[in-house]
């Protein structure tokens, strides 16, 4: 009796084995892939979803899925994630964490998948280079497919209301923003970022009045205390509570925007981001964008920032990566992409689509980087520190806001707190 | 004089606290407010106090399509099933601290509360590494071991104030009546202490269904998130959805909210008895 139960075991064992392993014969395993969303929301899943379906049907093999992070703490959870060895194929990246991941080995250099790519010629070249930039090696460690640019967002109905065109110049600027004040109607000029983040917006507007196209001279001291600097923070510094709300000084980006879409403010400083939340507020007709007056040195000077992909080291698939990676910012991708969250693209074809010069804003900043005035500033977001320097100073700024810490003092501040990372930098990588 | 009684009790007592209460409850009003106009209204100048026209859209949405559904179950499973250890070895932990005489007990209350101060962001690398080497990535396993462990030594110091005002009598009593050790503790002192561990279990509850950042950190797949990790995807680095995060704010609050409501009674009961010989 024992026997034939072993036997009948036995024979039921080699015929499981039998079957699984023609299974695994005849079925090739898939091969899957973990993206990871950096800036995950319901006006943004839905579409990288749809790509990601797309992808995955032309590509039966490979599958993807898909995580989501909250914007707020995606930096955080990525840093673990490499800490811990647990780093997802791919994932989403603003650019300026880019150089912190390459120096810590974290992230694999594209170079020898994007070397070989038909459509390396259609990626802009001032974007590739800017990445390229980041590292000391100039590899390229990620894939942009956004690319976003900071501009004014102004109220044409009021301006037309006022007889006013937005700023040609700078002084003109200061100009607007005091006519367009009507505290009686709870309306001010404009809106200043002064809680989170308020340093990174500054130091866009800073770059921008003064025409500074480099962060550091030849000698390696930074430009951020330059006087043309002093002169436009007292300016900035003189506006807020006057022709500003005085709650401004907690502002994020988040209570600036809504003071604008609120109708409080006629004029802020953002970025193309922010406008499907201006079209569902304020409706058309009622916003537009104006790019910035070209800069006291002759220059337009603009910080871009660049969104895209990278793979990182710990993947299994490198190969298989960045094919969903280059899917991800061809030129069928980035244009859906781009359209749905209203962006620019990386791509010189999909520029020139007509979505782009239909869209004002988008239009407005193609223009203006077309213009030979225009210029890119070098910001150094290669510093492993830059990030942290510039939400360390964000309370200072505040405290400036308030007349209680000089500007030269706090920009004074800020210049050596950045000749120090770059001194560091510098040192470690052997570069003097 | 009655009036006058009466009005000195109106000015001093219902109208401060009538002006609290518009203060507490404004917010939860707005948020209500919020999450049933259109997006195009919310932000509309002049404000509406009202939701007109109303709309259950963004409560339709955030439930089906963005996921609550499936984030509120996985908020409910860890949190009652971490509220269950919790309780279950407060109870245990704070009846020791209470009963027993043991060396380095003193030692034992000092390290308790020493494990207040550490802050859980501190832990979270090794903690990941040591649930990675579990297997308890990506499962709502490591979140339970987690929220059970960083909220046990609260809760039984808690609970160890409760158990103080039990008095051994009754025990003792129990014990000559026949019971074991166990059983006095399980028919006589549990009973007695009903409000302290309504209080405990609430206050566990809260803490695990509105815990963030390990939520985050331990689970990497989208479906399996959790409310607090769902709400935050809300805001985007260039935009936020107010509707989506009013009506899933609401969502969230429907737990905790129907919780308290129910044990209120206990939980005053429980709070005070805590208090007096915590």
Same mark, same amino acid.
């Given at each position: 009796?024992?026997?034939?139960?072993?036997?009948?075991?036995?024979?039921?064992?080699?015929?499981?084995?039998?079957?699984?392993?023609?299974?695994?014969?005849?079925?090739?395993?898939?091969?899957?892939?973990?993206?990871?969303?950096?800036?995950?929301?319901?006006?943004?899943?839905?579409?990288?979803?749809?790509?990601?379906?797309?992808?995955?049907?032309?590509?039966?093999?490979?599958?993807?899925?898909?995580?989501?992070?909250?914007?707020?703490?995606?930096?955080?959870?990525?840093?673990?994630?490499?800490?811990?060895?647990?780093?997802?194929?791919?994932?989403?990246?603003?650019?300026?964490?880019?150089?912190?991941?390459?120096?810590?080995?974290?992230?694999?250099?594209?170079?020898?998948?994007?070397?070989?790519?038909?459509?390396?010629?259609?990626?802009?070249?001032?974007?590739?280079?800017?990445?390229?930039?980041?590292?000391?090696?100039?590899?390229?460690?990620?894939?942009?497919?956004?690319?976003?640019?900071?501009?004014?967002?102004?109220?044409?109905?009021?301006?037309?209301?006022?007889?006013?065109?937005?700023?040609?110049?700078?002084?003109?600027?200061?100009?607007?923003?005091?006519?367009?004040?009507?505290?009686?109607?709870?309306?001010?000029?404009?809106?200043?970022?002064?809680?989170?983040?308020?340093?990174?917006?500054?130091?866009?507007?800073?770059?921008?009045?003064?025409?500074?196209?480099?962060?550091?001279?030849?000698?390696?001291?930074?430009?951020?205390?330059?006087?043309?600097?002093?002169?436009?923070?007292?300016?900035?510094?003189?506006?807020?509570?006057?022709?500003?709300?005085?709650?401004?000084?907690?502002?994020?980006?988040?209570?600036?925007?809504?003071?604008?879409?609120?109708?409080?403010?006629?004029?802020?400083?953002?970025?193309?981001?922010?406008?499907?939340?201006?079209?569902?507020?304020?409706?058309?007709?009622?916003?537009?964008?104006?790019?910035?007056?070209?800069?006291?040195?002759?220059?337009?000077?603009?910080?871009?920032?660049?969104?895209?992909?990278?793979?990182?080291?710990?993947?299994?698939?490198?190969?298989?990566?960045?094919?969903?990676?280059?899917?991800?910012?061809?030129?069928?991708?980035?244009?859906?992409?781009?359209?749905?969250?209203?962006?620019?693209?990386?791509?010189?074809?999909?520029?020139?689509?007509?979505?782009?010069?239909?869209?004002?804003?988008?239009?407005?900043?193609?223009?203006?980087?077309?213009?030979?005035?225009?210029?890119?500033?070098?910001?150094?977001?290669?510093?492993?520190?830059?990030?942290?320097?510039?939400?360390?100073?964000?309370?200072?700024?505040?405290?400036?806001?308030?007349?209680?810490?000089?500007?030269?003092?706090?920009?004074?501040?800020?210049?050596?707190?950045?000749?120090?990372?770059?001194?560091?930098?510098?040192?470690?990588?052997?570069?003097? | 004089?009655?009036?006058?009684?009466?009005?000195?009790?109106?000015?001093?007592?219902?109208?401060?606290?009538?002006?609290?209460?518009?203060?507490?409850?404004?917010?939860?009003?707005?948020?209500?407010?919020?999450?049933?106009?259109?997006?195009?209204?919310?932000?509309?100048?002049?404000?509406?106090?009202?939701?007109?026209?109303?709309?259950?859209?963004?409560?339709?949405?955030?439930?089906?399509?963005?996921?609550?559904?499936?984030?509120?179950?996985?908020?409910?499973?860890?949190?009652?099933?971490?509220?269950?250890?919790?309780?279950?070895?407060?109870?245990?932990?704070?009846?020791?601290?209470?009963?027993?005489?043991?060396?380095?007990?003193?030692? !034992? +209350?000092?390290?308790?509360?020493?494990? *207040?101060?550490?802050?859980? &962001?501190? %832990?979270? =690398?090794? $903690?990941?590494? #040591?649930?990675?080497?579990?297997?308890?990535?990506?499962?709502?396993?490591?979140?339970?071991?987690?929220?059970?462990?960083?909220?046990?030594?609260?809760?039984?110091?808690?609970?160890?104030?409760?158990?103080?005002?039990?008095?051994?009598?009754?025990?003792?009593?129990? !014990? +000559?009546?026949?019971?074991?050790?166990? *059983?006095?503790?399980?028919? &006589?002192? %549990?009973? =007695?202490? $009903?409000?302290? #561990?309504?209080?405990?279990?609430?206050?566990?509850?809260?803490?695990?269904?509105?815990?963030?950042?390990?939520?985050?950190?331990?689970?990497?797949?989208?479906?399996?998130?959790?409310?607090?990790?769902?709400?935050?995807?809300?805001?985007?680095?260039?935009?936020?959805?107010?509707?989506?995060?009013?009506?899933?704010?609401?969502?969230?609050?429907?737990?905790?909210?129907?919780?308290?409501?129910?044990?209120?009674?206990?939980?005053?009961?429980?709070?005070?008895?805590?208090?007096?010989?915590?």
């Amino acid at each position: 009796m024992l026997r034939k139960t072993a036997k009948k075991t036995a024979v039921l064992l080699v015929s499981l084995l039998l079957i699984s392993a023609s299974a695994t014969f005849s079925a090739p395993q898939k091969v899957k892939l973990t993206f990871w969303d950096e800036n995950a929301g319901p006006n943004r899943t839905p579409y990288l979803q749809e790509l990601l379906k797309r992808f995955n049907k032309a590509n039966p093999s490979i599958e993807v899925e898909y995580v989501g992070l909250p914007w707020s703490s995606s930096k955080q959870k990525i840093d673990v994630a490499i800490a811990a060895n647990s780093t997802p194929d791919v994932s989403g990246v603003s650019t300026n964490w880019v150089a912190e991941f390459a120096l810590n080995g974290a992230i694999l250099p594209l170079d020898p998948y994007f070397n070989k790519a038909p459509d390396k010629k259609q990626f802009a070249p001032v974007h590739i280079q800017a990445i390229r930039d980041l590292v000391p090696n100039k590899k390229l460690y990620e894939l942009p497919n956004t690319f976003n640019a900071n501009l004014f967002w102004y109220r044409p109905d009021w301006f037309k209301e006022a007889g006013l065109n937005p700023p040609a110049t700078w002084e003109e600027f200061f100009d607007i923003v005091a006519k367009m004040t009507d505290k009686s109607k709870n309306r001010y000029g404009y809106s200043i970022r002064g809680g989170s983040g308020s340093v990174n917006n500054l130091e866009m507007l800073l770059y921008a009045y003064s025409g500074l196209t480099e962060y550091f001279d030849k000698k390696g001291k930074c430009t951020i205390n330059h006087p043309l600097h002093v002169e436009l923070l007292k300016k900035y510094v003189a506006i807020y509570g006057k022709y500003t709300p005085e709650s401004d000084i907690t502002n994020g980006y988040k209570e600036m925007v809504a003071n604008f879409d609120n109708g409080i403010a006629a004029m802020i400083m953002h970025n193309i981001g922010s406008y499907g939340e201006h079209m569902q507020t304020l409706g058309p007709g009622k916003f537009a964008a104006a790019a910035f007056p070209v800069g006291k040195l002759g220059k337009r000077t603009a910080i871009t920032a660049l969104k895209g992909y990278v793979i990182y080291k710990g993947t299994k698939y490198p190969a298989e990566s960045w094919k969903l990676v280059h899917f991800l910012a061809s030129a069928e991708s980035q244009s859906y992409w781009n359209q749905k969250i209203g962006q620019l693209p990386t791509r010189l074809d999909v520029m020139n689509e007509p979505w782009v010069s239909e869209a004002q804003h988008l239009k407005l900043m193609g223009d203006t980087f077309a213009d030979k005035k225009s210029v890119a500033l070098k910001n150094p977001q290669y510093l492993p520190d830059y990030n942290a320097i510039l939400t360390r100073l964000d309370p200072a700024f505040q405290e400036v806001l308030l007349g209680k810490r000089p500007v030269e003092k706090f920009l004074n501040e800020w210049a050596s707190a950045m000749e120090k990372a770059k001194a560091e930098y510098d040192k470690v990588f052997n570069k003097k | 004089m009655k009036i006058e009684q009466r009005l000195r009790r109106c000015l001093s007592l219902h109208l401060p606290l009538s002006i609290i209460l518009i203060f507490v409850l404004f917010p939860f009003y707005w948020t209500l407010n919020t999450s049933l106009k259109f997006e195009r209204d919310i932000m509309k100048v002049p404000l509406k106090y009202l939701p007109n026209p109303m709309t259950f859209q963004n409560f339709i949405e955030t439930w089906n399509n963005i996921g609550f559904g499936r984030y509120f179950r996985n908020s409910l499973i860890v949190a009652l099933i971490a509220v269950f250890f919790i309780v279950t070895f407060a109870v245990l932990v704070g009846y020791a601290l209470t009963r027993f005489r043991f060396k380095g007990k003193q030692l !034992m +209350m000092f390290l308790l509360l020493c494990t *207040q101060f550490v802050p859980g &962001v501190m %832990l979270l =690398i090794p $903690l990941f590494i #040591i649930f990675k080497k579990l297997g308890l990535i990506s499962n709502l396993g490591s979140l339970v071991i987690a929220y059970t462990t960083f909220q046990l030594p609260f809760n039984a110091i808690l609970m160890r104030g409760f158990i103080q005002n039990v008095p051994y009598d009754i025990e003792e009593a129990a !014990m +000559m009546d026949g019971c074991n050790r166990l *059983q006095a503790i399980f028919h &006589v002192v %549990l009973p =007695i202490l $009903l409000p302290g #561990i309504i209080a405990t279990a609430a206050f566990a509850f809260i803490s695990c269904w509105n815990e963030f950042i390990f939520a985050l950190m331990f689970i990497s797949r989208s479906d399996l998130y959790t409310i607090p990790v769902a709400l935050h995807s809300m805001q985007g680095e260039y935009d936020i959805n107010y509707g989506y995060l009013a009506a899933g704010s609401i969502i969230a609050m429907i737990p905790p909210f129907l919780m308290f409501a129910y044990v209120q009674k206990y939980l005053v009961q429980g709070l005070s008895a805590g208090s007096v010989k915590g």
